[in-house]
């Protein structure tokens, strides 16, 4: 069983790509969670040798490898959930009424925190090929604390 968790690490649309920027900064994460769009299953096994990783499949992840992914997901923190899905425009849930913390999409490239009744909705950005004038981002939630805090690390210009 899992120890206590006190840092959880976000990433999203890693197309293929699994920067040592990303490794680096998920470092020291106690779980994981990718929002989708993994593009090969390397990347998981990479994370995996970091912490306990929840994935989900995004609409990029068509291999035979991808089939073990769900499309959404929820990864437990304590006593709390947290909700994952790759397209939020997709989320089919009232995360307020079923007792969702925190709901963590990918998709857009577009890195976002939120908090709405209670919930925070966030996307970590895109970790992989830069697209148009997107940042490269990851995000690390310290759980220690209420209401967690979420932070953005950038991966740089490349």
Not at 19 to 41: F, K, T, W, Y
Not at 92 to 106: C, E, F, Q, W
Not at 130 to 158: H, M, N, Y
Request: proline fraction near 6%; hydrophobic fraction near 40%; aromatic fraction near 4%.
């Amino acid at each position: 069983m899992m120890g206590t968790i006190r840092t959880v690490g976000l990433i999203s649309d890693t197309h293929g790509l699994l920067r040592q920027e990303a490794l680096r900064a998920l470092e020291g994460s106690d779980m994981i969670i990718h929002a989708g769009d993994v593009g090969d299953p390397k990347i998981l096994e990479e994370l995996r040798r970091l912490a306990p990783v929840v994935a989900v499949r995004g609409n990029i992840d068509t291999g035979a490898w991808s089939t073990d992914l769900p499309e959404t997901a929820v990864a437990e923190v304590g006593p709390e959930l947290i909700y994952v899905l790759h397209d939020i425009g997709k989320l089919d849930i009232k995360a307020p009424a079923a007792g969702i913390a925190m709901v963590v999409s990918g998709h857009s490239h577009k890195p976002s925190c939120a908090e709405r009744q209670g919930v925070i909705y966030v996307n970590p950005g895109s970790a992989g090929p830069r697209r148009f004038d997107l940042p490269v981002t990851v995000a690390r939630v310290d759980v220690t604390r209420k209401p967690w805090r979420v932070e953005f690390i950038s991966l740089g210009k490349a």
